[in-house]
């Protein structure tokens, strides 16, 4: 069986030390100087203790009238809205447990998909890396892809990363703008994937990953007829 998505949980949140590290970025050492490295460890530090205490602090915004969260992410702590993009939703919550406080990521509203780790893990791996990618999520639950091939993928971020770059093994890339502290980029599916980069907004790289293992072009076998011939063979 294919798995879900990149490094997600296909079941309910299930706590885990370190989520996959097969798909996360890391800034370039010779771009950042010494100061900007100690100034990013103090914002993530801050926005990661926001969950914790200011609710100022914390990534994205409160929950609103209008916002869907997914019941299944919705219990047992304060759940926030980091971004949506085409109706597919970047959740964040923050819940106590017996080992401390734990900082979980649900992803889109399809199925149960998320990844939960303890608050000083996320501190530690957001002050060296400026994204880290969560994985793909699906529009629907038999929607994994839109009427144009495309798929969810979704990271968090440090709040100095305003665009997300995704460049494949050939042709243009997709470009998206990103919330407060995470992405939901629509990807091309049946486009093999080469690397994410993170910038600035005005250019500036702060960070990139190579994911050139993260095929999803077995999406466009699940949906006949939606990706482009040339989808047709995928690795496996």
């Known amino acids: 069986m294919r798995r879900p998505g990149l490094g997600?949980?296909?079941?309910?949140?299930?706590?885990?030390?370190?989520p996959s590290n097969r798909s996360i970025s890391s800034n370039r050492a010779d771009q950042t100087s010494v100061s900007a490295a100690f100034g990013r460890i103090g914002q993530v530090a801050r926005k990661v203790e926001g969950l914790t205490g200011d609710s100022d602090e914390a990534p994205g915004r409160?929950?609103?009238?209008?916002d869907n969260v997914p019941s299944w992410f919705s219990e047992g702590g304060e759940v926030r809205l980091i971004v949506k993009t085409e109706g597919v939703g970047l959740y964040v919550?923050?819940?106590?447990?017996?080992?401390?406080?734990?900082?979980?990521f649900?992803?889109?509203?399809?199925?149960?998909?998320?990844?939960?780790?303890?608050?000083?893990?996320?501190?530690?791996?957001l002050a060296q890396r400026a994204v880290v990618i969560l994985g793909n999520a699906?529009?629907?639950?038999?929607?994994?892809?839109?009427?144009?091939?495309r798929v969810p993928l979704l990271g968090v971020t440090t709040r100095d990363v305003k665009r997300v770059?995704?460049?494949y093994s050939e042709g243009p890339p997709s470009v998206g703008d990103t919330g407060?502290?995470?992405?939901?980029?629509?990807?091309?599916?049946?486009?093999?994937?080469?690397?994410?980069?993170?910038?600035d907004g005005s250019g500036h790289e702060l960070g990139r990953s190579?994911?050139?293992?993260?095929?999803?072009?077995?999406?466009?076998?699940?949906?006949?007829?939606?990706?482009?011939?040339?989808?047709s063979s995928s690795s496996r």
């Open 8 to 18: 997600c949980r296909r079941d309910n949140t299930v706590t885990t030390n370190a």
């Open 180 to 199: 407060d502290g995470g992405f939901v980029l629509l990807a091309d599916a049946w486009r093999p994937f080469r690397e994410l980069i993170a910038d």
């Open 165 to 167: 770059e995704l460049r």
């Open 93 to 104: 919550r923050r819940r106590d447990s017996a080992d401390g406080p734990l900082l979980g």
């Open 210 to 231: 190579d994911i050139r293992g993260d095929d999803m072009r077995y999406l466009c076998e699940k949906e006949p007829g939606v990706c482009p011939p040339e989808a």
């Open 62 to 66: 409160a929950l609103g009238s209008g």
């Open 106 to 125: 649900g992803l889109g509203e399809g199925l149960p998909l998320s990844v939960e780790a303890p608050l000083e893990w996320w501190r530690e791996r």
């Open 138 to 149: 699906p529009f629907a639950p038999r929607d994994f892809i839109d009427d144009r091939g």
